[in-house]
């Protein structure tokens, strides 16, 4: 494509001819740009010389396009609305109107205590969206992200973001315990030493028994039970004994659907901030920009 004719024009004078054939005038055409009268007359100079005719002529109305002009006029006219279009397509941005699918790398654990209050709000203000959630068992899907099949990442353990990313915090979350109401040793409050002699259940996303928590205690738990899931441990705890050490927005979930006691923690394990990250291909992108502030809302 040849560049060298379009670039010799300044583009915002074609604005200023487009207002001219609406108008016939060129007062009208200068209250409309939000210019003076003077203003466009200059730039009406400058047009003359950039396409070498006079393209507007003076009449006892107003102005009239002379046969140059005429023809052009319809061609001007589209390129304008379609480059008003182009520029305004994210302003006028309608999550009702979309038709398309939002990828998330993420755990259940954002499943549970986000997607499940988001997906109804998500079916009323866009119905034609659809969410896909694949698993993210540990580092950033970098390439994923880079590639494309993945849109936005989200969890708490991820580590300094590389060049060409974004993130944002979505909330923090800290630590506490979880059994069964009638435990055959937890009744109405948890000591510790109650919870150091108790059989324990632990999340785990790379399926190692790693425990976090047994360096504070300065002795070892007895962890009968691993698993990657966040969504099956609250059957298991209303059928055992085992004792669940896990994220407090999570345990408030399972307490809603699921006869079970909640404790403070008696070790301190702190908290941890979720983190959504995405790639700059999908910065600017209205539907994307749209859904992350949707996350952003479940404080």
Same mark, same amino acid.
């Given at each position: 494509?040849? $560049? ?33 009268? +003077? ?13 070498? @005719? ?29 480059? /008003? ?5 994210? %302003?006028?941005? @309608? ?11 993420? &755990?259940? $654990?954002? !499943? ?26 540990? /580092? ?10 993945? @849109? ?5 353990? $991820? +580590? !300094? ?10 909330? @923090? /979350? ?9 435990? &055959? *040793? ?11 002699? &108790? ?10 028994? %790693? /425990? ?12 009968? $039970? ?18 669940? #050490? ?5 345990? !408030? ?17 702190? &908290?941890?901030?979720? *983190? ?5 291909? #999908? ?15 479940? %404080?």
């Amino acid at each position: 494509m040849n $560049y060298a004719h379009i670039k010799s024009i300044d583009l915002n004078l074609l604005v200023i001819a487009a207002a001219l054939f609406t108008h016939k005038n060129v007062s009208k055409a200068a209250r409309e740009l939000g210019m003076t009268q +003077s203003a466009v007359s200059h730039a009406l100079a400058r047009l003359r010389l950039s396409f070498e @005719d006079p393209l507007f002529v003076r009449t006892s109305k107003g102005i009239a396009p002379t046969e140059f002009a005429k023809n052009m006029e319809r061609e001007l006219l589209a390129w304008i609305h379609l480059g /008003d279009q182009l520029v305004t397509r994210k %302003k006028e941005f @309608d999550p009702k109107s979309v038709k398309a699918r939002i990828v998330l790398a993420t &755990s259940d $654990y954002f !499943e549970v205590t986000v997607m499940s209050r988001l997906l109804p709000i998500l079916a009323k203000e866009s119905p034609g969206l659809q969410i896909s959630i694949r698993p993210t068992l540990g /580092d950033l899907p970098k390439k994923d992200l880079e590639e494309g099949r993945v @849109d936005i990442a989200i969890a708490g353990h $991820y +580590s !300094e973001m590389p060049e060409g990313f974004f993130q944002t915090k979505l909330f @923090d /979350d800290s630590f506490g315990v979880a059994v069964r109401k009638n435990h &055959s *040793r937890i009744q109405k409050s948890l000591t510790l030493e109650k919870y150091i002699e &108790s059989d324990h259940a632990l999340i785990t996303l790379q399926g190692d028994f %790693k /425990d976090r928590v047994s360096p504070k205690l300065k002795r070892a738990r007895n962890i009968t $039970y691993g698993t990657y899931s966040f969504t099956a441990l609250p059957w298991l705890l209303q059928n055992t004994d085992l004792v669940l #050490t896990a994220p407090r927005r999570l345990l !408030e979930r399972y307490s809603e659907f699921f006869p079970l006691q909640q404790f403070e923690c008696p070790v301190d394990l702190g &908290s941890f901030t979720l *983190r959504m990250v995405w790639q700059s291909q #999908t910065h600017e992108n209205p539907l994307h920009q749209w859904f992350r502030t949707k996350l952003k809302e479940f %404080k």
